[in-house]
């Protein structure tokens, strides 16, 4: 006999209690209450595609978590109710819930009927004590996909992963938690996508099959389980959902997304001024120089080293002159010392997370024994955010947050330590996940309210779910290793799945030293990342373009080059992730969901910048000719302008010096000519690089004075790119679609691919293009045109 059948639904039994039998069942706008023996299930459509379920203990208050959440007013959603014998059945015009009426067991499809998310029908929901937990049905093709930054595959599958943001330098493929905590995952099931959203910041587990081929669970050790399913047939219509509810990237400053350089740490001050001239000297484009902890006095936050950094404000004033923007590191903990003014101002202050005796919590951290401010208090959020606007008056332009899960020595936090949020204390079982999120908050509000017509920049090691609202995000202290490249790469691809859409790596690896072998392909992936910054330790050689030698010295140099050359297009990228949440850095099943070989471990280490262009880096040594896999279609490699037909793998050559690059068709790319800092000067011909076909997907190009927040008042321009090409016809059209932003006169320089032979025929706007307005090259195959943009459209039209 099994357990399920010598056992009635709702018992006790391994230490948890079930839900039992429907009871009572109360109707409400946006859905239903379900009274069970010993509980109740709370079912709140949000969207028509997605509900909420709450769990209603009878032995506890629900507090639900609303960090996480935006608060937006949602639409009505029109929920139909139909009550059966066994089964009740609650629908929106996408999706439908049943509720089994025997152990109030729940049952999710999609609007066509499929099943999605399915309770287990002998556990489903229960709880031990503090602990609740569900269990769901898991289909023997199911996979599942972001949970943030976690380490492994692409594929979470058979692993039980924790969310509990740890301090964790040196990780490996194994190690699990790491320094963010977000309790998000995308599941696939028979080709249909859907989501779940668990909104608890306690200590949770996400069982994704680990040890059994029975079910999948997810459980939180304290609080309420309240959890979010949305049920999108496409992936990235499951990520637009959830960024709808938890927030999308702010649009960041533009010089953000230039290289950035860093290491513990570049001091004293001479050292980094003779940096940034070597950038200038070499001609290497770079925009940000990081200061980690040694440009403090003893590590006191906020505080300048008197010897090594004696006349600040002089110095970044220098940097500024020469184009860099510097970056500080603020790390949360506040040296114990009578005599520095941050301490006796916080204790004066109340700002300090404290015993629930009352007693200031004393930890030790870099600068000793230390406070740690308690980010949950608006007034402490004010207090922190004032010192973080006297840096940027000093000339700081940007703060990285690290330390902030956070990390003491003993990497154990106290669990009993309070923070008082906004609906009364808690203890840090439920603040600890949240910690790094509330630092961000404040450093982000802070610097746009000081400044209020300018976009702050802020970088942050540990994080929440909505985090990405606030701050950039990066992988933590990784290693210098080829391991490491691979896994960085699937690190931000489960970050990007994960709604932190800017996210990268520590470029060469934090810990060790890379080989220039490995730091080239690195510095090349890195060009390709949302967040592009190299950085390593203090006990490490130095890890500048130039520390390789001169062969390496060119390949980074080029990689780097080429991320400022491509601006345009990285930027258009970071727009789409502000507007509908999708990552800049996405797998290859984001476009090709039903392509089965987009999931194969063996191509997880590619990745599609935007929909058009897909990068296959070499990720391991030696290796001069890789094996790529091209998803249907046609696609173009930029590098040698040869064509394949997708839907196979392919051979490329890759030496050093080559990254392969594919453009697919009716692909649309925007570039620049490469500066040495992002708005060094107007660039007086944006470049346009065609492979048209069939396929007329193109490009909106979207642009504004990447500075301001005019944008949110419709000061921006965007530019609607197609290209076709059939029966020997070749139309381009560029139509300014809205213009609220100015962009200076400039050239277009159009260069259309795979072009055999010279047209008989090239027209502008139905005026015929002199022979010196436009170039073939039958070696590349491109024919160039190069043509003044004026007016709101225009239409190259070309035949052979």
Known sequence: MSVAAALPLGA????????????????????????????????????DDVVRVTLLREDRRPRLLTHA???????????????????????TAAMRVELAHRGCRMTVFDGAGHVLVQDDSGM??????????????????????????????VDKRAREWVMWNSDTPGYGDASDPLYQSIPFFVGLREGRSYGVFLNNSHRSRFNLGAGNHRYYSFSAEGGTLDYFVFAAPRIAEVVADYTALTGRIPMPPRWALGFQQSRWSYYPDSEVMSLARRFRERGIPADVIY???????????????PQRFPRPTAMLDELGDMGFKPIVIVDPGVKEDPDYPIAREGLAGDHFVRYPDGETYVGSVWPGRSYFPDFARAATRAWWGGHLARLREQGVRGIWNDMNEPAVWGKAFPNEVLMRDADGAADFKR??????????????????????DERPFVLTRAGFAGTQRWSAVWTGDNVASWEHLQLGIRMMIGLGLSGAAFNGTDVGGFEGTPSGELFARWMQVGAFSPFFRAHTAHDTPGQEPWSFGERIEAVAADAIRQRYRLMPYLYTLFHQAHDSGAPVLRPLFWHHQDDAQAYAREWQHQFLVGRQLLVAPVTAPGVALQK??????????????????????????????????FLAEGGILPSQEAMQYVGERDSGTLTLDVFAGANDDGFDLYEDDGRSHDHERGGYRLTRLRAQRDDG??????????????VPARMLELRLHDIAEPPVELSLDGTRLQDKAWHHDPATRVLSVRVREHGARQSLLARW
């Open 12 to 47: 006790t039994a391994s230490g948890y209690s079930f839900l039992g039998d429907l009871r009572t069942f109360e109707r409400d706008d946006a859905g239903a209450t379900a009274s069970c023996d010993g509980a109740a299930l709370r079912l709140h459509f949000v969207e």
């Open 69 to 91: 959440l935006v608060g937006r007013e949602p639409d009505p959603v029109e929920v139909t109710v139909e009550r059966g014998e066994d089964i009740t059945v609650l629908a």
């Open 124 to 153: 489903g929901t229960g709880w031990d004590g503090n602990e609740v937990r569900t269990w769901k049905r898991i289909a023997g093709d199911e996979r599942f996909f972001g949970l943030g930054e976690k380490s492994g595959d």
């Open 291 to 305: 200061l980690d902890i040694h440009y403090m006095d003893g590590y006191r936050v906020f505080s300048w080293d």
């Open 431 to 452: 603040m600890h996940n949240l910690y790094g999120h509330l630092m961000a908050q404040a450093t982000y509000e802070s610097l746009r309210a000081a400044r209020p």
């Open 628 to 661: 790529v896999y091209l998803p249907a279609g046609r696609w173009i490699e930029l590098g040698t302008g040869e064509v394949f037909e997708g839907g196979r793998a392919v051979a490329v050559e890759t030496p050093l010096e080559r990254l392969p690059v």
């Open 729 to 742: 016809v070749l139309r381009l059209d560029r139509e300014v679609v809205h213009d609220g932003h100015r």
